[in-house]
């Protein structure tokens, strides 16, 4: 057993950023990176909005620069993940898939969110070559060019209304004969002539020798007036929802009725003593690499203030 300060799990933005202020606030804290070091940007190709970077940077190399930063103040960065946790005792523990068990006496839940997929295996063929699940973050690759958006809520909605400044046409694909998204929503979609609603639609997978060049569809699946077709797009943006990575956590801090953690106003704190979350798996709304960062800087600072209260 093995007895630590703080522990940060997690390694995207908000993790490494908490490292990097714990690092420097001389707390020695112990990062575990899970399945996926650097989290979900890593699944982009290169960030034109993180301030410092005129010419953008490789989403890899932002996320490899932050963990060698957090590395040159004092963090400890072990690929391994988190398998159990009890958090109702003092000092909180944790046990990894190397066999280990750690006690913490603090420790930043950073393990982000992770966007929902259709389960087509083109999805992962294109992943950064035309495929991807946040129109913030790549939609200014598609400028004057033609996409698709997935979905049929309020995010959907959102997601092609920002394409649609962006891009020559919108096409947002949706399985039922209805938008669920807000009345508002719906209307400010239907008011965009730039945008088509393709109802009753489904997508049965993608192709194009040099990225996404198109989608291959079906109307009414299943039925009478069954039509299969394709649409040439240059990119395909699913905007069905995330999943936070909050199951580990769940018996022990509040979270909402799809499992974001729930914190203490503008603060990172749980309602559990010495516990704070970060970044994605706290945010439903924003879900920018920028935000998190600054969110796990939060909770370093507060993580910080509560071990020195000890």
Known sequence: MEHISLLIIGSGPAGYTAAIYAGRAGLKPVVLEGLQPGGQLTITTEVENF????????????MDDMRRQAERFGAE????????????????????DDENEIQADSIII????????????????????????????DGF????????????????????LYLAGLAAKVYMIVRKPFLRASQIMQQRVADNQKIEVLYETNTLGLYGDNGV?????????????ERIYDLPIDGFFLAIGHTPNSQLFQPWVKTDETGYIITEGDTPRTGIDGLFAAGDVADPRYRQAIVAAASGAKAAIEAE??????
């Open 305 to 310: 203030k509560y071990l020195q209260s000890l």
């Open 77 to 96: 960065i072990r690929s391994i993940s988190v398998i159990r946790a009890d958090l109702g005792k003092r000092p909180m523990q944790v046990w990894t």
């Open 51 to 62: 301030p410092g970077f005129p010419d953008g940077i490789d989403a890899n190399m932002l």
């Open 141 to 160: 690759f598609y400028r004057k060019k033609t996409v698709a958006v997935v979905g049929g809520g309020d995010t959907a909605c959102e997601e092609a």
């Open 213 to 225: 060049e198109g989608a291959h569809l079906v109307y009414k699946k299943g039925q009478e007036e």
């Open 110 to 137: 950073a393990t982000g969110a992770s966007a929902k997929y259709l389960g087509l295996s083109d999805e992962q063929k294109y992943m950064g070559q035309g495929v991807s699940a946040c129109a913030t973050c």
